[in-house]
């Protein structure tokens, strides 16, 4: 099946910084990705939504100029937490979809981040 | 707007015990619906999915039927395993390919030897 990896597994950055997180899609080309967050013992919620070549769009609550996200290329999307405070400690998994799979995502690691 | 309700865990239960897991939906128009396993520490891993009412994904002993009638797709395993032990989440997909997902609030199984 598709893959998609996610980079770093883990981060432990210090409050002020910012960190990076990638999502690829190894064998397909993803013109859109899902960043969603997990807090411990519960759901994901949908961040944004990550559009090759154009602006994110955003969940409502969601601070963009604190989740800042790159979709510059059609395998690549970044997202950078922007001066990291320990209430941004989660979970982060990308997913993205591949047209010829149809309605189902496919989904990275997960990058488990704590601030300190 | 779409939702997912799925039962609360944690559940708990012995090698070989049967399993279901409620799930029930409510969306606009024909969603897709999946089940997604996360194992400790890891990411999520699609188990099963079905596209269409009356469509019966299956994988890995696991088993849920797309109920229209009913909104649900719950989850069945007959014999479970020590290594079924994980987080189990209830999503569905509405509109278009590759439209985001809408999460239930997961299940925690835990299944000892």
């Known amino acids: 099946g598709a893959v998609v990896s996610q980079h770093p597994s883990r981060v432990i950055c210090k409050s002020g910084t910012s960190v990076k997180i990638e999502c690829r899609s190894l064998d397909f080309q993803a013109t859109t990705m899902f960043w969603y967050r997990q807090f411990p013992k519960q759901s994901l919620m949908l961040m944004a939504t990550?559009?090759?070549?154009?602006?994110?769009?955003?969940e409502q609550g969601v601070e963009k100029d604190k989740f800042l996200i790159n979709h510059a290329s059609l395998t690549l999307s970044t997202l950078t937490v922007t001066s990291a405070h320990p209430e941004d400690s989660s979970f982060y998994i990308c997913?993205?979809?591949?047209?010829?799979?149809?309605?189902?995502?496919?989904f990275g690691q997960g990058t488990r981040l704590t601030v300190v | 707007g779409n939702s997912v309700t799925q039962m609360e865990g944690p559940v708990t239960l012995s090698e070989e015990a049967f399993l279901t897991i409620n799930c029930t939906y409510t969306?606009?128009?024909?969603?897709?619906l999946f089940w997604y396993v996360q194992y400790p520490g890891e990411g999520l891993q699609l188990l099963l999915k079905?596209?269409?009412?009356?469509d019966k994904g299956s994988n890995k002993g696991f088993e849920a039927t797309y109920r229209k009638e009913t909104t649900s797709f719950h989850l069945e395993k007959g014999s479970v395993q020590v290594s079924d032990s994980a987080v189990y989440f209830c999503a569905l997909s509405a509109g278009a390919a590759g439209n985001k997902l809408t999460f239930g609030g997961g299940t925690r199984v835990l299944v000892k030897p």
């Open positions: 079905a596209t269409k009412a009356d």
């Open positions: 969306a606009t128009g024909y969603p897709s």
């Open positions: 997913s993205a979809p591949r047209a010829e799979s149809g309605p189902e995502a496919f």
């Open positions: 990550s559009n090759e070549g154009s602006k994110a769009t955003y």
